[in-house]
């Protein structure tokens, strides 16, 4: 594509005249240019992209986007924001795709995983074919791709969706995190369907207050379009019971479907029944009340249903198929899993790294251990400090044994992490093991007959971040060689 015909897309930039190379790649790291690419200069959390310009052009680079003047041999395009510049390049350069798919985009502090696969498999079982992007992976059709981010930067989106619509992919679904709604990384995906979970206490580092990350998360749907297109018609689904969709109703053009337990909403889960093997519920849609019966535990997997359900109707996604899948669902990896090498105690791995998530799994625990509970948990380094007491106190207050260990300490001493977690607590006595293997292997060794053991906070992860590096650890098998050693 030529640079001029490229710039056409965007609005904001220092008038141009001059070279109209073509445009090959765009690129926002210099150590992925080659000939032909534009260099996106982005300011970053650790370093300045405009320090890399130079070595950029150096590469191939034929032309420059860069929030200030820089003295280079090729065109270089002034804008006031070149991360929201770089999401309109992107999606203008891989042929809007979003224009082609049915997106569905999930955000909330929790659930956002879950609640995507749930409504993956949905449209699977639909026979439609579905792409997926967030915290575990990257799917297309049943092909995987690494992340590093739960929303990527607009670059590897757009390309991502370009893949998906050369591969005839039909739905698009996709985590959509407070971050990347603030950081502009998702302008330009045209959403169909926009998905609200929750919000609770997490990623203060961040945002600082809870009300910018509130109203970061309502970006979305004020972006869902504010035209009424009755070809191709927009949706919010909220979450009744969550005092921040009040707001968000507020904030969208889009035709607003509610769900809930507590208040009244357009979809709806009644007489709830919770065993250890599983949730029974009447779910309540406009179209009809079907008994529903699924693996998932506790109230938050109801929620996450719910919305997923919801999501689907919209999508014009048949009841009884929704209803089928719903039904066959195993889980999410890493997501309440359960650890099973046959011993007489229950061990489950998960991701809850929030104060609310540790919340609502351990009272899911509560609801059926029939002995003492065990919590391994720790708290992620460079991340929200604010939570550690709160995640502290939770699993004081509702484990028998709590014990805090490192999640992933990342830049900061391990030890000063544990001491925050431990200052929320008071009157009982915590456990601290720096040593995330040594905690899951001494809650496992000292497990009996009837307890539980939640190891709480990484789930799916397949590595531990101590300073600077990247170690091998999968809670699931660590926790699965402990049972194996102590038979
Ligand atoms: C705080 C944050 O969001 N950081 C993101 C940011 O990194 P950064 O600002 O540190 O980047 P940087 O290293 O300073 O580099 C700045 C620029 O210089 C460029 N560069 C750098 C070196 C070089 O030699 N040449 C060069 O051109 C880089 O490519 C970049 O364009 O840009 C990177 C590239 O897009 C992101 O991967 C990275 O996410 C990091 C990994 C991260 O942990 N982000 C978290 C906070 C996050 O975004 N989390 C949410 C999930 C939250 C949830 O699920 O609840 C997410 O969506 O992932
Ligand atoms: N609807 C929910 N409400 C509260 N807690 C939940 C809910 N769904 C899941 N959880 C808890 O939160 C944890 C993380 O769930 P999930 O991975 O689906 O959330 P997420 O929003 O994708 O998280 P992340 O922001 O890290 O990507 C789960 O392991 C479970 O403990
Ligand atoms: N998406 C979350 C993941 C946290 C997972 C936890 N294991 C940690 O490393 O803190 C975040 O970026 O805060
Ligand atoms: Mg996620």
Redesign the pocket.
Known sequence: MKLQTLLSYLHDFTAYVGENPTITSI??????VKKGSL???????????H??AK??VDHGAVAVIAEKPLDLPVPVIQVKDSRRAMAVLADAFYGQPTHRLHLIGVTG?NG?TTTTHIIERIFRNAHKKTGLIG?INIKIGDETYDV??????SL?LQKTFKKMVDEQVDVAVM?V????LH?G?VHGCDFDVAVFTNLTQ??LD?HQTMDHYRWSKGLLFAQLGNRFNHERPKFAVLNEDDPASSEYKKSTAATIITYGIDQKSDIMAKNIQMTTSGTTFDLVTPIDTVRVRTKLIGKFSVYNILAAVAACLVSRIPLTTIVETIEQIEGVPGRFEVVDEGQNFTVIVDYAHTPDSLENVLKTIRQFAERRVFVVVGCGGD?DRTKRPLMGQIAAQYGDVPIFTSDNPRSEDPLAILKEMEAGVSGKNVLSIVDRKEAITYAIDHAQEGDVVLIAGKGHETYQIIGDQVLHFDDRLVAREAIRRRK
Do not use: L, W
């Open positions: 690129e926002m790291d210099s150590r992925e260099f996106v200069c982005i300011q970053g959390f650790t370093v300045d992209g320090d890399f070595q950029a502090t956002k915290t590093k981010n739960t929303t990527p930067e590897i985590e995190s407070s971050h990347a950081m990384r997490d990623h961040y991340r």
